[in-house]
């Protein structure tokens, strides 16, 4: 059987069947992640992928990449600490809205703070899929989950606008109905220096569907592409208007120094005053 470019990056002997439902977006994301690594031509043996804890954070285990399954809200930090040990490796981060907004918001503030040259994507589904359907900061207004059966009252989080103002390099936005735009957006947070997030917009059929009653996966996703509309077009029209929309584009795409680049500078200047002090 001839195999695509994907199953050449899998592990299906080891690691599958995957546990994810039918109609969940998250192997929709890993395609479009595997397939924008390979894009970008790294070296799959100085690639490493680093997730939490969650659905989303059982994409790294599927894939024949070096992976990192980590704790809860913690991918980032596991990450920083890897891309420190070795700078030349892609880290790749595979986080979900609650893992990487909630538990681990003061890791993405502060990484994107940063700037340090990782590539997060959120596979962000507004709910906590494995751990229990509580709400997480990505939930709209009104949205019921297992900690707000009366719908949710806390404003969300815009991903996009949060990494954008904190300081990192690129951000954008695409849905799983957008595929091959959101390899491409993938595809440059890999080649970009710096701190790249990507939110990846995606149903979850079963557990956020069990709660507000949205459907099929193949539903929720005609609603996805209905609520869909560009950077451009939002930036055209006033905010009452996009306060439901799903807005797509890129965000921020700027060249802010980054992190282990004035680190290695910092070292070699602590190690020539070191030298000048002479032998003790
Ligand atoms: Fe996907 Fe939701 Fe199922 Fe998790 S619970 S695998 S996010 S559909």
Same mark, same amino acid.
């Given at each position: 059987?001839?195999?695509?470019?994907?199953?050449?990056?899998?592990?299906?002997?080891?690691?599958?069947?995957?546990?994810?439902?039918?109609?969940?977006?998250?192997?929709?994301?890993?395609?479009?992640?595997?397939?924008?690594?390979?894009?970008?031509?790294?070296?799959?043996?100085?690639?490493?992928?680093?997730?939490?804890?969650?659905?989303?954070?059982?994409?790294?285990?599927?894939?024949?990449?070096?992976?990192?399954?980590?704790?809860?809200?913690?991918?980032?930090?596991?990450?920083?600490?890897?891309?420190?040990?070795?700078?030349?490796?892609?880290?790749?981060?595979?986080?979900?809205?609650?893992?990487?907004?909630?538990?681990?918001?003061?890791?993405?503030?502060?990484?994107?703070?940063?700037?340090?040259?990782?590539?997060?994507? &959120? #596979?962000? =589904?507004?709910? @906590?899929?494995?751990?229990?359907?509580? +709400?997480?900061?990505? %939930?709209?207004?009104?949205?019921?989950?297992?900690?707000?059966?009366?719908?949710?009252?806390?404003?969300?989080?815009?991903?996009?606008?949060?990494?954008?103002?904190?300081?990192?390099?690129?951000?954008?936005?695409?849905?799983?109905?957008?595929?091959?735009?959101?390899?491409?957006?993938?595809?440059?947070?890999?080649?970009?220096?710096?701190?790249?997030?990507?939110?990846?917009?995606?149903?979850?059929?079963?557990?956020?569907?069990?709660?507000?009653?949205?459907?099929?996966?193949?539903?929720?996703?005609?609603?996805?592409?209905?609520?869909?509309?560009?950077?451009?077009?939002?930036?055209?029209?006033?905010?009452?208007?996009?306060?439901?929309?799903?807005?797509?584009? &890129? #965000?921020? =795409?700027?060249? @802010?120094?980054?992190?282990?680049?004035? +680190?290695?500078?910092? %070292?070699?200047?602590?190690?020539?005053?070191?030298?000048?002090?002479?032998?003790?």
């Amino acid at each position: 059987m001839m195999q695509s470019i994907i199953h050449t990056y899998l592990r299906p002997e080891k690691k599958f069947p995957h546990v994810w439902c039918p109609g969940c977006g998250n192997g929709i994301i890993l395609s479009a992640i595997v397939r924008a690594i390979h894009g970008a031509e790294r070296n799959r043996n100085e690639v490493v992928l680093v997730s939490g804890i969650g659905c989303s954070s059982r994409a790294p285990i599927y894939t024949d990449f070096a992976s990192l399954h980590g704790t809860h809200g913690r991918a980032l930090a596991f990450a920083t600490g890897i891309k420190i040990a070795n700078p030349k490796l892609t880290v790749v981060v595979i986080s979900g809205d609650g893992d990487g907004l909630a538990i681990g918001g003061n890791h993405f503030i502060h990484t994107c703070r940063r700037n340090i040259d990782l590539t997060l994507i &959120i #596979f962000n =589904n507004n709910i @906590y899929g494995m751990t229990g359907g509580q +709400y997480s900061p990505t %939930m709209t207004l009104g949205a019921h989950g297992s900690t707000a059966p009366y719908g949710n009252i806390e404003r969300p989080f815009d991903i996009c606008k949060l990494a954008a103002s904190a300081g990192a390099n690129f951000v954008a936005r695409a849905t799983v109905c957008q595929p091959f735009l959101l390899e491409n957006y993938v595809k440059k947070g890999v080649q970009k220096k710096g701190f790249s997030v990507i939110d990846a917009v995606t149903p979850c059929p079963t557990i956020y569907s069990f709660f507000n009653k949205t459907g099929t996966g193949l539903k929720m996703m005609k609603t996805i592409k209905e609520k869909s509309i560009t950077i451009q077009k939002a930036q055209s029209l006033p905010d009452e208007e996009t306060g439901n929309k799903i807005v797509t584009g &890129i #965000f921020a =795409n700027r060249d @802010y120094h980054e992190y282990m680049a004035v +680190y290695k500078k910092l %070292m070699e200047k602590a190690k020539r005053s070191k030298e000048d002090e002479g032998p003790l």
